[in-house]
């Protein structure tokens, strides 16, 4: 599975922003996905994560809320809608994929859940 995100940028307190992570590759539906992100001198943390269906998603405390994550498995495609965005959220946003397992949902909050990394997007939220 090949990642890219895209959609990041400039904005202000309070703004919005959707990502996008375009997927290659067969069965798409069956991996679940991940947002983590990675602010300058801080460890990557978690987002947000969904379900190969798009039945379930789990949200990290911080964003929760605020973020929605979505999937369009025709499309090949899974987004992060932000909202109310906050100078903490300015971090560089990875898409990333896990392949099929038995773990719950509730267990896919931390990044060495994920076994497919995309590029990055930077997110910058200005004060």
């Known amino acids: 599975v090949q990642l890219q995100a895209s959609g990041g940028g400039l904005v202000q307190t309070g703004g919005s922003l959707r990502l996008s992570c375009a997927a290659s590759g067969r069965s798409f539906s069956s991996y679940g996905m991940g947002w983590l992100r990675q602010a300058p001198g801080k460890e990557c943390e978690f987002v947000a994560a969904?379900?190969?269906?798009?039945?379930?998603?789990y949200y990290a405390d911080s964003v929760k809320g605020r973020f929605t994550i979505s999937r369009d498995n025709a499309k090949n495609t899974v987004y992060l809608q932000m909202n109310s965005l906050k100078p903490e959220d300015t971090a560089v946003y990875y898409c990333?994929?896990?392949?099929?397992?038995?773990?719950?949902?509730?267990?896919?909050?931390?990044?060495?859940?994920?076994?497919?990394w995309g590029q990055g997007t930077l997110v910058t939220v200005s004060s």
């Open positions: 990333a994929a896990r392949r099929p397992g038995i773990a719950p949902i509730s267990r896919w909050g931390r990044p060495n859940e994920y076994d497919y």
């Open positions: 969904i379900s190969g269906s798009g039945g379930s998603t």
